[in-house]
């Protein structure tokens, strides 16, 4: 007997729920995922139209800490799916709530304000912390507006977990380096220089994206000298050294509109995660010379297929049928949604 494609069962499933099932994707998700979805987006977008999503059901093909917040802030009665409920975000494991609970008293305890920011690539338990906390959530896409907002609300600004978007956020708002500091975590905060974590205005949690931080400027170099005339663009997870070699950096939206605007007969050269890169050098293929700085792959993403999309398609239907849970339904904890909430609301409503 003949299995059926992966392709015609995703299909059968969708057919069923018509309207009720909306199966959203990031732009690193892999072409055989991606080719499925109703909505793609980068972090902002994605949350954006999940909250006005009228599904009974999304499914969310990204990592966990995407679908834990589309499970936020979806409206009531939409159940948020993620096809590899282990697929997590290996950055957003650098920041654990307790430490920044630690962090934050230990910054606070002089007396100063400390407004919490955090990216969207962070667990929900630490976007519950930020809320207790009076600060707010922010993504590549609108980092500068929500670090010029933080700013303007304590004495000092504590971005986490990654210090790549914080500084690269820094610089374009022209703080200078004298006044960021990026914190020594270790030992529940017991190592935090304390005479220079008062004078600092942006200070920043040590965290990175592996994906990102795999390029360099001798690569930009390298490149340029390759290809004359060449333009690079990258996304701000990279080193400020990149993002300063680069012409122009942004999320993965910004990158997209970036090659969409690009004159014909151009070479572009890409540093973010390799399945967007590829999907943009496909695209453009007619036009455009699109490559990547190095082709770096997030694991995390990856860890989405197309069988573990059907699979969780067919649990979904199987749910749906017996009245249970399917096991990859993103579950809420209760005490952490309204300050959770709360961190991502702020960032929607101040870049509204
Ligand atoms: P964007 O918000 O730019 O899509 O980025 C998400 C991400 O995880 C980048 O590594
Ligand atoms: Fe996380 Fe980096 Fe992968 Fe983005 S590319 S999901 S930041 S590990």
Wanted: with cysteine; aromatic share 4%.
């Amino acid at each position: 007997m003949t299995e059926r494609p992966l392709s015609d069962s995703i299909e059968a499933v969708r057919r069923r729920f018509g309207g009720d099932l909306t199966i959203v994707g990031h732009h690193y998700q892999a072409e055989e995922v991606i080719r499925h979805t109703d909505l793609r987006g980068d972090s902002l977008e994605l949350a954006r139209k999940c909250a006005a999503l009228d599904s009974r059901w999304i499914m969310f093909c990204g990592v966990y800490f995407m679908a834990e917040s589309a499970a936020l802030l979806a409206r009531p009665g939409c159940e948020v799916h993620l096809p590899e409920p282990s697929a997590e975000c290996s950055m957003a494991m650098m920041s654990p709530a307790p430490l920044l609970d630690a962090v934050l008293g230990k910054l606070s305890a002089t007396g100063r304000k400390i407004v919490p920011l955090a990216y969207v690539n962070s667990t929900l338990a630490v976007k519950a912390v930020v809320g207790r906390h009076g600060g707010s959530v922010c993504t590549s896409a609108n980092a500068v507006t929500m670090l010029r907002w933080a700013l303007g609300r304590g004495d000092a600004v504590l971005f986490l977990p990654d210090k790549n978007l914080g500084r690269n956020t820094a610089d374009r708002l022209g703080i200078p380096q004298r006044e960021c500091h990026v914190l020594n975590i270790r030992e529940q905060g017991g190592r935090i220089d304390q005479d220079v974590a008062d004078r600092a205005k942006l200070l920043l949690w040590p965290g990175f994206c592996s994906i990102h931080t795999r390029f360099a400027v001798r690569q930009v170099e390298r490149l340029r000298a390759e290809n004359p005339g060449a333009r690079v663009v990258a996304h701000p997870e990279c080193t400020p050294e990149v993002v300063a070699a680069a012409d122009a950096a942004g999320s993965t939206s910004f990158i997209i509109r970036y090659a969409d605007e690009m004159p014909d007969g151009g070479t572009l050269v890409i540093g973010t995660e390799i399945n967007l890169v590829e999907r943009l050098a496909e695209q453009h293929r007619h036009r455009l010379h699109i490559l990547p700085l190095v082709e770096s792959a997030c694991t995390h993403m990856a860890q989405t297929t197309e069988e573990r999309l059907a699979e969780a398609l067919d649990a979904l239907a199987e749910s749906a049928d017996m009245g249970k849970a399917s096991p990859f339904l993103v579950r809420i904890d209760d005490d952490l949604t309204i300050p959770a909430r709360k961190a991502l609301e702020c960032m929607l409503a101040v870049c509204s």
